[in-house]
């Protein structure tokens, strides 16, 4: 039996500023999967909260690109929305960016990360969810996940996955995608990703039989709306065990808070902090940006959890680090390499700037 998972999360209004969501939009988000699942639509779902991004978690059997399925996130979305603008939250409804649905919940703000699988006999997986960063900011430890031996032995020592992976990498400028094989196209991919900004992972593949092992949402509201109206706060979906990375190899690599693009104004480089749910409350700065993890075993669609993975004693040290790079690169304040490149800021004077003082500007000797 072929199950759907999809996640999709929106930022409906902040609590207070960036901060959080308010528990009557959780109740309500809680009230419309309810009823779904009453209904039949839903085989099962949770509601949680990541930030100021509310993140909806469901399982059913419709497939990816269900409209029946993206009109009722959509719809819990317009009435947290409304419940947000009635409470005056802060950027009520900041990720809708249309009045009305049109069938598919792309293009219309809210991420999306989706994969239809057949379940094995056990199926753990891990769904992340950041804040106050961008689809980028997955690059680096899906690289580690699925193609870095130091960080998964099992690449090397697991028949499983010794073949290697394919990864899905988009162009978010062109809008063109390609495929990268690993190990033997190793260099290939990382002169790609290493780009974050520009070539992000959306999907890996195991690549001796081409099964799902991970996706991401890869949406840029910059670029669907053509202003600043807040940084993406991705979503990510990582099989686990059996054929794919081990639930420690797929968490590793949050132990080193990387630098990531977003932060004050989704205009900075911060350290993504690796934190429970309880401490997923970007403050400081409006940050720094967070990254949470939630363990579930799918069981004929079921969600049997969640284990709050990050909430655990052994990513203490990388809070610790995350803050001390935190004290470090906000003494930089406006200027680079806090502050993100000018191609790359998604809020910015400088046009204005550049207009108020274009007839001042001479030619050297």
């Not at 753990?124 to 680096?140: C, R, V, Y």
């Not at 979906?237 to 004050?264: C, D, I, K, N, Y």
Request: hydrophobic fraction near 40%; glycine fraction near 8%; charge should be negative.
């Amino acid at each position: 039996m072929k199950i759907t998972l999809s996640v999709i999360k929106a930022d409906v209004g902040g609590y207070v500023g960036h901060t959080s969501v308010h528990p009557r939009i959780m109740e309500v988000a809680e009230d419309y999967l309810q009823k779904a699942k009453d209904q039949g639509l839903l085989i099962d779902y949770f509601v949680t909260r990541v930030g100021d991004d509310l993140e909806l978690i469901m399982t059913h059997k419709k497939g990816q690109n269900s409209g029946e399925i993206h009109k009722l996130a959509w719809n819990t979305f317009l009435e947290g929305t409304e419940i947000a603008k009635s409470l005056k939250m802060y950027g009520a409804g900041q990720d809708l960016l249309s009045d009305a649905f049109s069938g598919n919940i792309k293009g219309m703000g809210p991420g999306l990360a989706e994969m239809e699988l057949e379940e094995r006999p056990s199926e753990p997986i891990i769904i992340f969810m950041a804040d106050k960063t961008s689809p980028g900011a997955w690059n680096l430890p899906l690289f580690r996940m699925f193609a870095d031996p130091f960080n998964t032995p099992g690449l090397v020592i697991d028949p499983k996955l010794h073949d290697g992976f394919t990864f899905e990498i988009l162009d978010v400028y062109e809008h063109k995608k390609v495929l990268i094989n690993t190990p033997e196209e190793l260099y290939d991919l990382l002169i790609l990703i290493g780009a974050a900004e520009h070539y992000i992972i959306k999907s890996v593949f195991r690549k001796h039989d081409n099964d799902i092992a991970a996706v991401s949402s890869t949406q840029r509201l910059s670029m669907m709306a053509g202003r600043y109206i807040g940084k993406d706060d991705p979503v990510l979906v990582v099989r686990t065990q059996s054929g794919f990375p081990a639930v420690g190899e797929a968490l590793e690599p949050f132990a080193f808070p990387h630098l990531v693009a977003g932060w004050m104004r989704g205009s900075h480089y911060g350290p993504l902090m690796p934190v429970p749910l309880h401490q997923a409350n970007p403050s400081r700065f409006d940050g720094p940006p967070r990254v949470c993890a939630l363990g579930f075993q799918l069981c004929e669609g079921k969600l049997i959890g969640p284990r709050d993975l990050f909430d655990d004693p052994a990513f203490d040290e990388a809070r610790r680090t995350a803050n001390k790079v935190a004290d470090y690169i906000r003494k930089l304040g406006p200027f680079e390499p806090h502050r993100l490149g000018l191609k790359e800021m998604e809020y910015t004077t400088l046009p204005d700037v550049l207009k108020k003082i274009k007839d001042r500007f001479v030619d050297l000797d």
